[in-house]
């Protein structure tokens, strides 16, 4: 997509995000987001011109192109990691105002009864959870004595909770709904999970080059967030996107089983309320 008006007469800002393999539509709000507060820094920063790359690419793909200066992306949206904040410039609003870290689990059918006499993180511990190799997720869960199996590739992970190598693939609230609608007709034997809900703080951020370009773009980008922020409508952005999946979670109604994540930067914003979604009181 294209935001040109006046380029002709002055410089403008590029931005490439990543095109990502297979079924995914878990960043199709993100890329909103990102188009939005461009939008919204228009003023102070000139037009720009935004586009997804045309080749997809795998998440180790993505980290390596961004992290060459002649890379076919310039910007990539990820949960937070000590290594990604190390090798780039994190723009350190929460993109999806912390909804990540409300874990909604996919399990398998049979198993419901088992889930449901799950109530505390003791019970929980009996149980394997499933997660991408590397993903930040997993350190979380594993200092917090949660049993953790890495599958190598995204899609084969619900191909691996189907037979059973581990008992539930913990998702963000809306990437749980959204994947089993998806993936239902082809993984059958899958269910949501609908009595528990484990929460740790897990934001997801715009990412840059640390170079001079990644520095302006970084600027812009949080320039843009501020002011969503302040007018509302990155809130209304949320609220359009996620807003029917969070009320079909029936979050209010779960137990929550809350563990701290040793993995986050003290720079994490974690004091500022305004840019975290609470599910418990909708806001």
Known sequence: MLCLQ???????????YPLSVGVDSRYEYDWAVLRMALDKSRPQFGPYALHQATTSMSPARITQELLMPTGHINVLVRATAPELERQFLPVRIPVDRGLLGYRVFLVRRDDLPRFAAVHTLDDLRK?????????????VLRAAGLPTEEGSAYEGLFSMLEAGRFDYFSRGTDEALREYDERRASHPKLAIEPTLLLHYPLPRYFFLRRDAEGKRLAARIEAGLESMVRDGSLNTLFQR????????????QRRVLTIP????SPHTPLARSELWFDPFNGK
């Open 241 to 252: 996107y996620k807003g029917a999946t969070i009320a079909a979670a029936n979050l209010k």
């Open 261 to 264: 994540n040793p993995t986050l």
């Open 6 to 16: 006046g380029a002709w007469a002055q410089a403008y800002d590029r931005l490439v």
């Open 127 to 139: 149980l394997r959870a499933g997660l991408g190799k590397d993903w930040i997720d997993v350190p």
